[in-house]
């Protein structure tokens, strides 16, 4: 019976790339605006080509060289090593064109949701939101069509690890680069632009502003459909290694059970956009949240009839509900403490009129105090996970949170999408009251950001909870005793890694955006005519320093967190590797909540005096939360977002290389 249900794993996801290209279609053919709007666009997105391309060609090679180390140091009775490579490099390029696709459909629809924001607000969200769901629905097709196929042709759930493996490493240097390109320019532009010329955000006279463009896609579009690529197929399939440990407890259904619970996830993600619908009048956030909503309500009766009629222990049930839950929790403590109309931001913009510094405290104080709930509700979701299904329904749990994945990455690719519209509005000079309704479309979208960046976080917890104890399944340990030197030692260097990985970003993100600075205040400095509107600045400039100082900035922390990794199993042994993925999990859950949280609620503390409080734009508190939202940049967009990646991948390697960590180590 289980050997027939995995025939409608990758029906399922050709199904959801079928509808993404049908939304495709309907984005299309929407009008593209007048001609400088169209050149406008075109800059954009020849600048997000160009940064995808260079990307993607240092990708391919360390991709290439991954794929034949596997092949080579994997060889049986550990794992088929050529199933591996196979399976890494169809995981690599499927995530690879989840974000490439993705980001295309971005750069067409920035512009036609401009010039539908031109008629009213519900013709500009429709076209928004649907761009953002042929990024979604793309997202979990490719995924679970993948690992259908891999899973139905191989039969065997430790050799899909490679799948995940390529769609994690590559979600890596995608998220860090993306991060990096995309705060670059956002930093430089605002710092110049904002606080030494006092022009507005998007003003074309800015050499950095179409750089600042191209970053909402190459990082918050391609980027964070990577990173949630990464996280929901690392999820189903440590809950399938689970599951096939546990098949003598659930029966030979247990192993395929978390792609069967994926594809309902889809089906409800589909359904669930029909649910996404605003009036002229309406509030776009909130119809992104009542599509979430349904979302998880479809998903859950789905779920339930899956696990009815297949005669399932309804704890496991029990424990998806668990996740579920947990993960729309998450993604509301999220936004009460980043929302514009929530106190902790309106309390950071009201610190900003003593300084700069207040409000950077400030808003760095509420990103603190915001991680304890999200932690608790992790803490709970996977005590009520265990509790009706042991380890497995931690595995379960983390599918749970993760399977409306396809609405979760709609909501957020509407957010650049909204956003680019926003500055092609006011690049174009299409009047303020376009440009007010381009503002309502973008501030859902910081909204919508901020929740699912809080969704990915908490998801993220509980797939790596759940990779650790697939590896430990792997290496059939039964407990890590942290009296053990070898263990402890471990786990103090995985606390570590997530603090000295975030540094290594931010400081990439700081000597890229010097360089920016330079170029723009060269420009300004330079070039006659800039400010009067009779010469262009040197965009293309701009774009070039974030495109190469990216790619030069993501390698060293990419490479590092794999290397680490394999340092750790090869001196320290397979005990000590464990307690390094414990540490990473424990220091990478707080780092990335307080990042995200903090981040967010600085930048909507600048957009809450745009609002007119405080004495609005221009006056000396603005300028004061401009530094704030500078420095919640990098937290929010940059490093948070690649350590849920981070600790996805260290679990991966050491789950891949674990055989080989158990047959030889220096010490352990």
């Known amino acids: 019976m289980a050997a027939n249900l995995i025939v409608f794993v990758p029906l399922a996801g050709l199904a959801s790339i079928a509808i993404a290209l049908v939304l495709y279609g309907y984005v299309i053919k929407r009008d593209p605006g007048t001609e400088k709007m169209q050149q406008i666009a075109a800059a954009i997105k020849e600048g997000a080509h160009a940064f995808l391309q260079r990307q993607y060609q240092t990708l391919a090679i360390f991709g290439a060289i991954m794929a034949l180390l596997l092949f080579i140091f994997l060889p049986k009775p550990f794992f088929n090593g050529a199933h591996l490579a196979m399976a890494y490099v169809i995981g690599a390029t499927c995530s690879g064109m989840a974000g490439y696709f993705g980001m295309e459909v971005a750069v067409r629809a920035n512009v036609r949701t401009a010039q539908a924001a031109r008629n009213d607000l519900t013709k500009g969200f429709s076209v928004a939101f649907y761009a953002g769901g042929v990024m979604g629905l793309l997202t979990v097709g490719l995924a679970l069509f993948g690992m259908g196929v891999l899973y139905y042709v191989l039969g065997d759930p430790e050799a899909i690890l490679g799948y995940s493996f390529g769609a994690s490493s590559i979600a890596l240097f995608a998220k860090a680069g993306g991060g990096i390109y995309t705060k670059t320019a956002d930093i430089s532009a605002d710092l110049v632009g904002k606080v030494e010329i ?67 996830g889809i089906m409800a993600s589909i359904v669930g956009m029909f649910f996404v619908r605003v009036g002229e009048r309406g509030n776009p956030g909130a119809s992104l949240n009542r599509g979430t909503y349904a979302t998880t309500a479809i998903f859950a009766a789905l779920t339930f009839l899956i696990t009815y009629m297949n005669d399932v222990d309804m704890g496991i049930w029990y424990a998806t509900m668990a996740g579920l839950v947990s993960g729309v929790i998450i993604g509301l403590i999220s936004d009460y403490y980043t929302s514009i109309d929530r106190p902790p931001a309106q309390r950071t913009a009201e610190a900003a009129q003593t300084g700069a510094a ?34 497995y329904g931690i595995g379960i749990a983390a599918v749970g949170m993760l399977s409306i994945t396809g609405m979760i990455v709609s909501a957020d690719a509407y957010g650049p999408i909204s956003d680019n519209a926003k500055g092609i509005a006011e690049q174009s000079g299409l009047g303020e009251e376009v440009i007010a309704v381009a503002d309502k ?185 401009v530094v704030g939202d500078t420095v919640g940049d990098p937290l929010k967009d940059s490093a948070g977002p690649s350590l849920n990646t981070m600790i996805t991948v260290m679990s991966l390697v050491a789950s891949i290389f674990a055989p080989l960590f158990a047959l030889f180590s220096l010490l352990g």
């Open 441 to 625: 479309l973008d501030a859902a979208g910081n909204t919508a950001k901020a929740i699912t960046k809080g969704f990915a976080i908490g998801a993220a917890g509980l797939t790596v909870i759940a990779l650790l104890a697939a590896y430990a399944e792997i290496v059939d340990i039964q407990v890590f005793n942290l009296m053990d030197p070898f263990v402890l030692a471990g786990a103090l260097i995985g606390i570590a890694m997530p603090p000295v990985f975030s540094a290594m970003i931010m400081l990439g993100v700081g000597r890229n955006a010097h360089r920016m600075i330079e170029e723009i205040r060269r420009q300004f400095n330079t070039i006659p005519g800039i400010m009067e509107g009779k010469n262009k600045p040197d965009y293309a400039k701009c774009v070039d320093i974030a495109t190469k100082g990216a790619i030069r900035e993501l390698i060293p922390p990419s490479l590092l967190t794999i290397i680490m990794t394999l340092g750790v199993g090869f001196v320290l042994g397979k005990n000590a590797l464990g307690g390094y993925l414990a540490g990473s999990i424990f220091t990478g859950l707080v780092f990335a909540l307080f990042m995200a949280n903090g981040g967010g609620l600085l930048d909507n503390a600048k957009k809450y005096i745009e609002e007119g409080h405080y004495g609005g734009k221009g006056s000396d508190a603005h300028k004061n939360a």
């Open 358 to 391: 207040i409000s950077v405290i400030t808003g760095l104080s509420y990103g603190f105090l915001s991680v304890l709930l999200p932690l608790i509700g992790i803490a709970i979701a996977s005590i009520v996970a265990y509790a009706f299904a042991g380890l």
């Open 198 to 264: 006092g022009i507005p955000e998007d003003d074309p006279r800015n050499p950095a502003v179409i750089a600042d463009n191209v970053g909402d896609n190459v990082g918050d579009v391609a980027g964070m459909g990577a990173d949630l690529f990464d996280s929901y197929v690392a999820s189903i399939v440590a809950a399938m290694i689970l599951g096939a440990a546990a098949q003598h407890f659930y029966g030979g259904i247990a192993a395929i059970l978390p792609m069967l619970y994926a594809a309902a």
